[in-house]
């Protein structure tokens, strides 16, 4: 009878762990090749922003205090972090996502290291300068930004988005 | 509630780490797939197959030299047969040092008249953006090599990198780097300092002494890669991505009157590039036997994308209207000139494969032919390309990290198999 409670309880929570809350909770999620159609579908219908980085982009990091901001005024952005690196510097990728609040957003992580082909998927106009912002409206019209944004321009660009 | 809050952290936990290790093991066995030796073994034998980079030159005699770096060394590797077999390899460092070698960071290799060879490289200090200039020499054609010395003399655990290094015509080496010593102290002080330094170091007595760090310009770009030429007055001329006022990561150049003292920063490209990141992507320059000047590089401003070249006749005061020879996906130009040949390769990822692609010019740069494929490698993994000389002959050089070294030589017949 005791088991059957435990196992009851383990499935009750397994099925109430949204597949976007788990992602979002500490996991590391991989980008692979693929994994950019896969992102566009799961906001079908939604704007959202995809914030391209890396550990050893100084401008990237300088920019996470204004992403942290934006999170907590405006919780009901979507807003996806992925960064170039591999798995091999999940620890540095965890530390500066905790240390600027950023660990509970969705969290992707290149499947290699600055992959070329991965950058390709994602826009092949892009030439991989970081940090890279690309505004998404529900329709999935997008802008790509290159460089740092200040906080107006990021205002300006999200209200494009709504639209 | 705690309990249950407990379980799910459990449950969320456990199944995250699968997915960590899966993960982790999916990478691993691709890896093992693409080669026979395993370059991530801690007992693999070092073989220029495993370096991410390798940089190359050819000595008068014709003579190919390359330098690469295997498990926290450097090593040194000659052909006399143009790359079709290599001497053993030769270890230069004996205490392991994290050597940067990827993209616009990578060990230098030059040799003078005499054969003597310098090398230089960024060793990185562990902690992010700090690194030390390193420098070490053979005068015995590579038998045997110096204990490498730090060329930065601030002794400040900080970001020195992107070494660049020029032989002049009486055997002086001159080299110069990124310093961030200027930014350190500035925010020590509670000021702002924006971008990094440019600083140089040069050598009269073949590299058993060097002089005193000097500042040559402020606010440059803080992670693309030099260009340093020595021109037909025996005067070192520098080139790198700037921030001019505004933001704007154009280019700049400096041309030294004497190996003490430098002439203006000039501005040399206009594309307005404003942009608060690191491109990652310097420039290729070569001097000819007549002083012109040429030069590639890459911008992505709102009015000019791509790859460009120009030239100057006037020592870089003044660059000619820029020829915008590739657009999308173009990337990594370098360049060369023999007499009136101007070569310009780069590189160009169309989704499966990477091409190695050349423009030449017959006419010192008046004028170009369409672009052609010289080579391509089935993979979006390449090394930069680089064009190096044997002979008045212009050679690519080019790596396929962890997979294969290649050099091909430009001569008419291969030039004329590659259609535009």
Same mark, same amino acid.
């Given at each position: ?5 435990? /196992?009851?309880?383990? !499935?009750?929570?397994? $099925? ?40 050893? !982009?100084?401008? !990237?990091?300088?920019? %996470? ?34 240390? $600027? ?58 209200? /494009? %988005?709504?639209? | ?8 952290? *459990? ?59 295997? @498990? ?16 053993? &390899? ?43 200039? #390193? ?16 060329? @930065? ?63 040559? &310009? ?7 890669? =030099? ?26 150049? =400096?041309?030294? @009157? ?77 360049? *060369? ?22 423009? #030449? ?28 000389? #044997?002979?008045?002959? &212009? ?22 198999? @590659?259609?535009?």
């Amino acid at each position: 009878m005791k088991n059957k409670s435990l /196992l009851l309880i383990l !499935c009750v929570f397994i $099925f109430s762990v949204h597949p976007r809350d788990f992602a979002t909770d500490s996991a590391l999620k991989t980008f692979n090749s693929g994994s950019y159609q896969r992102l566009l579908t799961s906001y079908k219908d939604q704007a959202f922003v995809l914030i391209i980085w890396s550990i050893t !982009c100084s401008s !990237c990091l300088k920019e %996470m205090s204004l992403i942290a901001k934006l999170h907590q005024q405006q919780p009901e952005l979507n807003l996806v972090m992925l960064a170039v690196n591999d798995h091999s510097v999940d620890t540095q990728i965890n530390e500066i996502l905790t240390k $600027f609040k950023l660990k509970n957003l969705e969290n992707w992580v290149f499947a290699e290291d600055n992959s070329v082909k991965l950058r390709f998927e994602i826009d092949p106009s892009w030439y991989g300068e970081l940090p890279r912002t690309y505004f998404f409206n529900a329709q999935h019209e997008r802008i790509g930004i290159s460089g740092m944004i200040s906080e107006e321009k990021y205002q300006q660009l999200l209200g /494009l %988005m709504k639209k | 509630m705690k309990f249950l809050s407990l379980c799910r952290f *459990l449950v969320i936990t456990i199944l995250s780490m699968s997915l960590s290790v899966a993960a982790n093991s999916k990478i691993k066995k691709t890896h093992d797939l693409q080669s026979t030796i395993n370059c991530d073994d801690d007992k693999a034998l070092p073989h220029i197959k495993c370096a991410e980079t390798v940089s190359s030159t050819f000595d008068k005699k014709g003579t190919l030299w390359t330098v690469w770096t295997f @498990n926290d060394h450097l090593y040194l590797q000659s052909s006399t047969d143009q790359g079709q077999n290599f001497s053993t &390899a030769k270890r230069i460092n004996i205490t392991p040092e994290i050597i940067r070698a990827r993209g616009e960071n990578r060990p230098k290799i030059k040799l003078d008249q005499q054969g003597n060879i310098y090398l230089t490289w960024t060793k990185s200090l562990g902690k992010r953006f700090t690194s030390d200039i #390193r420098f070490s020499y053979s005068k015995d054609g590579g038998h045997t090599f110096s204990e490498p010395v730090t060329i @930065n003399d601030d002794q400040l655990v900080i970001g020195h990198s992107f070494d660049s290094l020029a032989i002049g015509q009486q055997g002086e080496i001159f080299i110069t780097w990124l310093d961030g010593r200027d930014g350190f102290k500035a925010k020590q002080a509670g000021k702002d300092y924006l971008g990094s330094s440019l600083y140089y170091s040069y050598s009269t007595d073949q590299g058993n002494s060097f002089s005193a760090n000097k500042k040559i &310009a402020g606010q440059t770009c803080q992670c693309c890669r =030099l260009q340093t030429a020595i021109d037909q007055n025996n005067q070192a001329v520098v080139v790198w991505r700037h921030i001019f006022a505004g933001g704007i990561r154009d280019h700049a150049l =400096l041309k030294f @009157n004497d190996w003490e003292s430098v002439g203006e920063v000039t501005r040399i490209t206009h594309e307005n590039w404003k942009i608060d990141a690191c491109p990652h992507h310097g420039t290729g320059l070569s001097i000819a036997k007549d002083n012109r000047y040429h030069l590639v590089w890459f911008s992505n401003s709102e009015t000019h994308q791509g790859l460009f070249y120009g030239f100057s006749t006037d020592s870089g005061k003044i660059f000619s209207k820029p020829l915008n020879f590739a657009q999308q996906g173009a990337a990594h130009p370098h360049i *060369l000139t023999l007499d009136q040949q101007v070569f310009i390769v780069w590189q160009e990822f169309d989704g499966t494969e990477t091409l190695a692609k050349l423009i #030449r010019s017959n006419d010192s740069g008046e004028t170009w032919d369409k672009p052609r494929i010289i080579t391509q490698v089935a993979t979006d993994k390449m090394d930069q390309p680089f064009l190096i000389n #044997r002979a008045n002959q &212009a050679y690519l050089s080019w790596h396929q990290p962890n997979q294969d070294y290649q050099l091909k030589k430009l001569d008419e017949k291969l030039i004329a198999a @590659n259609s535009h």
